[in-house]
Every structure is written in C-alpha cells, then in structure tokens.
C-alpha cells in the first residue's frame, strides 16, 4: 500500500499510547515514516524497545518509548511529562491502548468491570486532559482515539468494552466540541477486524472463522494495521483541518 506523505506532519511532537505491537506499531512507524518526532508509551517493555531500534533503523531517528502501565494514572502523567520535557508540545495524540478481553455479563466483577473501564477508557480521558494545554499553547492539535465496531454491532461476548468503545465516542464528540474553538480537532476511529499476532492468538485462532468473517465485509479483503493507520495520519495531518467530532470505521464494509 503506497502511504501518503503530509508534508505538515514532519517534526510534529505525536504520542501515541500502546504503540508497542499491534495497530499501536503501526502507527508508530507510520508516523515515523512522516518524519515527525514519536513517543509512544506501553507496558510491553521488551516489544517497545525492539520496536524502538527497529524504527530507528528504517526512518533515521529513534522514536522515544517510555514503559508505562496506563491503569496508573500517576505513572501516564509522569510519562507524558517526560514526553513534554524531551519533545515539546504534543501536535498529536493517539489513544490506542485497550483490552479487548471476553467476559461473560453474569460473571463480571465490581473489580473486573473496573479494570476494563480502565483498560479501555480511563487512560484515554486523562492523556487528553494532559495533552489539550500543550494543543493550546502550540494553537492546534488532533486527538484520535480509537474505538470499535463492537459497540455498533452489538458484540455479546464484550459488554463491558463495548461500552467502554461507546463512551470513547461521546468523549471524543463532548472534547471536539469543546476545543473546537482552539483548532483542537478530536475524532475517533472504529476498526473492524484487524487480525494482530494477539487477535489471531487469542480469539482468532481458526481461518475459516476469519473466513467467515471477511464474507460479510463489502470489500472482501483483509482490513490492515496500515490501513487503520492511513487513516489516523490523515486525521493527525491539516488535510483534514475542518474534521473534527467523526467516528470512522474503517473495517472494509462490514455488515
Ligand atoms: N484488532 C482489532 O480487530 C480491533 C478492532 C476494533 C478496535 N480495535 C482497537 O484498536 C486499538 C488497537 O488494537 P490492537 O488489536 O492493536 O490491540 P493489541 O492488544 O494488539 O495492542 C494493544 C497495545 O496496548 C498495550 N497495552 C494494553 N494495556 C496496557 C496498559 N495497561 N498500559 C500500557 N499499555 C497497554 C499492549 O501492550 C499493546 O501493545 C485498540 O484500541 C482496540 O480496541 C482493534
């Protein structure tokens, strides 16, 4: 897939969190690919610096990894402030962290429910709280975060996460609303099914059910970590300046 180049995006400060595998990853070299200056955050040490080294190799400059659990709100804010202190003022925001774990409604914990929201939700309000001062003080910023077809197609084996993919969309529109005024653009994206080493390891393991699945997409072919990345460094890029309050599923047209 030819990416295209946006020209804006060169030296813009972009932070991206869970960017240590998965479609995480593949924003980070899609944003290094565009020259600008990548930090990423996860609790995958030993994925995020071999990830690190591997980007540094292919664009010329290391993106900055800084290990963090983002469960711990203290520790998110410590790492974004190192980001701030070593980079400047974010330009762009992706919050990509998540769980997708399958939980059965009767079986589900206070703690456990708990954990999903802050799994999949928590850490993405508090990194946009961080992040909006320094979108104000540089007089622009965009903020994605991701979301999920799950909660538009009603996935019953993920009640806790879809909700958590639907509130991601109410505060991504109540943000885009807000910050409007300060050029802030916020947007979400909903992908499909994205088959990632963990998804196939984890949920995906037979191919006739991947099979089965890309028959009731309109577009038949496999949805990508690169094409959910297309999308974000267009949403990140100012060809999309007057976007803002949009969720986009990118997911070849699923049914
Ligand atoms: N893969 C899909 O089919 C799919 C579909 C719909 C939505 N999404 C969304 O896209 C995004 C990326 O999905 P993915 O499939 O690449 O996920 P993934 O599980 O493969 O990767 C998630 C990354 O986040 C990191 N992470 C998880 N918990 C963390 C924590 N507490 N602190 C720091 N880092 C943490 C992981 O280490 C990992 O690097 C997620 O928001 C997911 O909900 C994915």
Same mark, same amino acid.
């Given at each position: 897939m030819t990416q295209t180049t946006y020209?804006?995006?060169?030296d813009r400060v972009v932070v991206i969190t869970g960017?240590?595998?998965?479609i995480g990853a593949a924003f980070v070299r899609a944003f290094a690919a565009q020259g600008s200056h990548v930090a990423f955050l996860d609790l995958d040490t030993q994925a995020g610096e071999a990830l690190a080294q591997e980007v540094a190799k292919t664009s010329g400059t290391a993106p900055l990894f800084v290990p963090c659990d983002l469960m711990d709100i203290d520790a998110l804010r410590a790492a974004l402030s190192k980001v701030h202190a070593s980079l400047?003022?974010?330009a762009v925001l992706v919050n990509n962290a998540a769980n997708d774990q399958r939980q059965v409604l009767s079986d589900v914990t206070p703690g456990e429910f708990d954990w999903m929201i802050g799994v999949n939700f928590k850490h993405v309000f508090f990194a946009a709280q961080a992040v909006v001062p320094q979108m104000q003080a540089r007089g622009s910023g965009s903020i994605i975060n991701m979301s999920s077809i799950a909660w538009m197609r009603g996935a019953p084996g993920l009640p806790v996460y879809a909700g958590a993919k639907a509130a991601i969309v109410g505060f991504t529109n109540s943000l885009g609303r807000k910050f409007g005024p300060d050029r802030i653009r916020v947007n979400a994206i909903a992908p499909g099914m994205v088959i990632t080493e963990r998804q196939r390891r984890l949920w995906y393991p037979d191919e006739q059910v991947i099979t089965e699945m890309r028959?009731? =997409?309109? %577009?038949?072919?496999a949805v990508t970590p690169e094409d959910i990345a297309s999308m974000a460094v267009y949403l990140a890029s100012?060809?999309? =300046?007057? %976007?803002?309050c949009q969720c986009f599923r990118v997911d070849g047209g699923l049914a």
């Open positions: 020209a804006d995006l060169a960017g240590a595998s998965g400047g003022n974010a028959t009731r =997409q309109a %577009i038949p072919d100012d060809a999309s =300046q007057r %976007i803002t």
